[in-house]
């Protein structure tokens, strides 16, 4: 008698068994799906990311070209007036033999040309008897100066130096008393 009741507890276990592994292998297809579409959808999110970084390059590309074109617009319209100007003191330059009322119109148009200059963030560097600076100067040559209040400082300026709105675009080029 023990032996039937081992046989029906065997084939209970059996039939209990397979349920299981279907189940599990139900849940197993169930997270594999979801694990599936998460990569789809991962995916599609990677690749418009990176077509929506792709198109931002190119169109600041683009910006960037588009400035660089047209950044001396501004500057180029404002001096249009001076050239203007330096066109008609030419033509009075070929009419006229008043030379002192030529010299003060090309003087009045220089005058003229700094001040847009000035405008626009230009500013020129003061360097004359000041102490030396190489943020700011370039020595071209050195010169022996008699008055020691002058050694280290610059003593000629053969080409002036310039900021544009604060910043160095251009040293000064100086000749250095020593």
């Given at each position: 008698m023990n032996d039937p009741i081992e046989a029906e507890d065997l084939s209970i276990e059996g039939v209990n068994d397979q349920p299981i592994q279907s189940e599990e292998r139900d849940n197993e297809n169930v997270e594999e799906q979801k694990l599936?579409?998460?990569l789809e959808e991962q995916k599609d999110k990677y690749i418009r990311l990176f077509a929506e970084f792709d198109n931002y390059k190119r169109r600041t590309s683009k910006e960037a070209i588009e400035i660089r074109q047209t950044a001396g617009k501004e500057i180029?319209?404002?001096?249009?007036?001076?050239l203007d100007d330096m066109d008609r003191?030419?033509?009075?330059?070929?009419?006229?033999?008043d030379k002192k009322a030529l010299a003060e119109g090309v003087l009045l148009v220089f005058d003229?040309?700094?001040?847009?200059?000035?405008?626009?963030?230009?500013q020129a560097i003061h360097t004359l008897h000041t102490?030396?600076?190489?943020?700011?100067?370039?020595?071209?040559s050195e010169i022996h100066v008699d008055?020691?209040?002058?050694?280290?400082k610059v003593v000629?300026?053969?080409?002036?130096?310039y900021y544009l709105n604060?910043?160095?675009?251009?040293?000064?080029k100086v000749v250095v008393g020593k």
């Open positions: 599936k579409k998460e180029i319209i404002s001096l249009l007036e001076v003191a030419e033509q009075q330059i070929a009419e006229s033999d003229k040309f700094r001040k847009i200059l000035q405008a626009k963030g230009l102490e030396f600076d190489v943020e700011k100067d370039e020595a071209v008055d020691k209040k002058l050694k280290g000629a300026e053969l080409q002036k130096g604060d910043k160095l675009i251009r040293f000064a």
